[in-house]
């Protein structure tokens, strides 16, 4: 029987004893049957959600070491790119010294059309110098960002990324201090 409210307007719902012993068999038995073929799929998952977080972190780690190596390549050549044209801005420049002390035996003309020829050869030398260090350039960005990105890129993507690249490069030294000297 279903107890009446009482005029205080509170009231109890009073379960019975084979309610309560009913509810917590079933709770039990629920319990076990979850922790037998719910929770070991549960923990499985989140097993392997895991590993595959690892997996991907290791890929990562290692992509950065690849990244880093390729840094560090990208410098020294870089740097040996440089080496490169001080050499050729060095011949060049012996060269012009040459043409120079050949022109004032010879002739005051003649020594002006070789200082002429000499600074046009150590304007080609530095660009084709920096043509080639540009085109490098382009390419070992082009190389590390696939490697980052772990996919090839379009024409526009590559465009754009060796564009900031180059951008990002300081070639006014060279050229300048080419054309100074």
């Given at each position: 029987?279903?107890?009446?409210?009482?005029?205080?307007?509170?009231?109890?719902?009073?379960?019975?004893?084979?309610?309560?012993?009913?509810?917590?068999?079933?709770?039990?038995?629920?319990?076990?049957?979850?922790?037998?073929?719910?929770?070991?799929?549960?923990?499985?998952?989140?097993?392997?959600?895991?590993?595959?977080?690892?997996?991907?972190?290791?890929?990562a780690e290692q992509t950065?070491?690849?990244?880093?190596?390729?840094?560090?390549?990208?410098?020294?050549?870089?740097?040996?790119?440089?080496?490169?044209?001080?050499?050729?801005?060095?011949?060049a420049r012996q060269t012009?010294?040459?043409?120079?002390?050949?022109?004032?035996?010879?002739?005051?003309v003649i020594a002006a059309?070789?200082?002429?020829?000499?600074?046009?050869?150590?304007?080609?030398?530095?660009?084709?110098?920096?043509?080639?260090?540009?085109?490098?350039?382009?390419?070992?960005?082009?190389?590390?960002?696939?490697?980052?990105?772990?996919?090839?890129?379009?024409?526009?993507?590559?465009?754009?990324?060796?564009?900031?690249?180059?951008?990002?490069?300081?070639?006014?030294?060279?050229?300048?201090?080419?054309?100074?000297?």
């Amino acid at each position: 029987m279903v107890p009446v409210a009482s005029s205080s307007g509170s009231f109890l719902i009073t379960p019975g004893i084979g309610l309560m012993v009913w509810t917590l068999l079933l709770f039990g038995v629920s319990l076990v049957l979850m922790a037998k073929f719910v929770f070991p799929r549960i923990s499985d998952a989140l097993g392997r959600r895991q590993k595959t977080i690892e997996d991907s972190i290791d890929a990562a780690e290692q992509t950065r070491e690849e990244a880093q190596q390729l840094l560090a390549e990208y410098r020294a050549r870089l740097q040996e790119a440089r080496t490169q044209s001080d050499e050729i801005v060095q011949h060049a420049r012996q060269t012009a010294e040459a043409h120079e002390r050949e022109a004032k035996e010879g002739a005051r003309v003649i020594a002006a059309e070789a200082a002429r020829r000499a600074q046009r050869d150590i304007e080609a030398a530095t660009q084709r110098a920096l043509g080639e260090l540009r085109k490098e350039v382009a390419d070992l960005t082009i190389m590390a960002t696939e490697k980052v990105t772990r996919k090839t890129l379009d024409d526009s993507d590559q465009k754009r990324l060796v564009e900031e690249a180059l951008g990002e490069l300081d070639f006014s030294s060279l050229s300048s201090g080419a054309q100074n000297n």
